[in-house]
């Protein structure tokens, strides 16, 4: 049966052909098809942040960060469906802090303008903004690196989204939220997303504590080239991510896009040439970490500001954010992706560049934000102050609420948030996941079965050296044991059992 032709005993007639009609119409699908493709290229930024996390970790950790950005996006899903998006966005809510329940489970979330925009439906809308949510938890899980259980860290992600991610965007973004309508300018996140993931990523790695000493002992990313592939990854879903939120197909989206493509560009180049004065080396993580830190920048400011004003937010956010990868230090806080220095720093530069250099000229490129003033460039002052009066909040909030919902998960039996010094030593592949992110970890556990066979173990001449340098990502913290065996041709090799290696393995003094 065609969907054309519904059999008379099926009620089709709750709603008429001609608001079918209606509803067809009431909306450009040049800008619905738009936001639909720009949400896409969002939910492709998880991946990239999987990829990101992997990279810069041990590789004996690498697969746990993977396992929980995909897990933490899969139950940010769930709760933006329950009640996120009715917290966050219900329009009936008038406290100017957290939205109702009106709409629970997206009941009539669906041909009505959304809050955000009148160009496209709600029910769009919705989808979009669980994306942005999807990746601010993403980012948050980079608070767990190398010590952090997934288990609590998924519990602690629904409860953070609800306490901590749709207040602040509540804040931002609701027309009846106290930020919207004191006329704070915060295109596309520099709060909740930023703010949101950088201050609650430092709470919760606070809460955390530190890796064993050994464990920070000559750490470096396990494999750039996933590092690479991430950043560009992100780059790619950041152009919808700022670009969609002008929620048409308009100028002011490629104003936005063009601003992000500047900041990031010159936020790389800065990063990288700050760190070749110390090192005299053109580092490949430095330069992804500068071009993330110039998205990051952007995505308060794109959709504000003039083109020339992107490049100068990006060689500032470029050469601060290097600098504040320090703050850790400080305050002896494991932030071991910095996230601290990078999404809240960055967030914070963009809104206060806001303050100075928000056009009105750029805001009304979209047809509907006509009315809305900029900042010192179109000499509205006071814009500055309550930029950073909602910074302000906005810290203070995500940090005091963040560490109140991890300690308290971490009080509660079996939810400790905190794996034990042997899962640090063993890698969270091993104690959490089960798996591991590349082979050649399997090749380190049982590396006599890829040894040549020349007699029992026991008669083999192996020695551990006994240096306090470890190698980046070596199982336990140690260095590769170094096997004294004169490996013959490859194909005189006798095959090797399974039995045989265990006997053998049960010989090793």
Known sequence: MSASEPSANQPFTAISSNSLLSLSHRFNRGDVAFIIVAGAMVAFMIPGLAFLYSGLARRKSALSLIWAVTASNAVCIFQWYFWGYSLAFSPTATNGFIGNLANFGLINVLDNPSPGSPLIPALLYSFYQMEFACVTVGILMGGIAERGRV??????????????YCPLAC?????????FKWGVLDYAGGGPVEIGSGVGGLAYAWVLGRRQEKELLNFRP?????VNLGTFILWFGWLGFNGGSSFGANLRAIMAIWNSMLAAAFGGIVWCLLDYRLERKYSMVGFCSGTIAGLVAATPASGYIQSWAAIILGIITGAVCNYATKIKFFFKIDDALDLFAEHAMGGVIGLLANGLFASHTVVALDGVNINVKGGWVDHNYKQLYIQFTYVCAACAYTFVVTTTIAKA???????HLKTNPEGENLGLDEVEIGEFANDYIEVLRDYSDWMAYDGPRSEQA????TTDTYSNGDRQGQPDLQLKVEEPPLESVPE??????TSEATQTP
């Open 222 to 226: 396990h494999n750039v080239s996933m």
């Open 151 to 164: 288990l609590p860290a998924t519990i602690f992600t629904f409860l953070w989204m609800t306490l901590v």
């Open 462 to 465: 192996i020695e551990v050296p």
């Open 496 to 501: 090797k059992f399974g039995d045989e290696v």
């Open 409 to 415: 998960i971490d009080m509660i039996p079996g939810l």
């Open 171 to 179: 804040w931002a973004w609701n027309i009846n939220g106290w930020g």
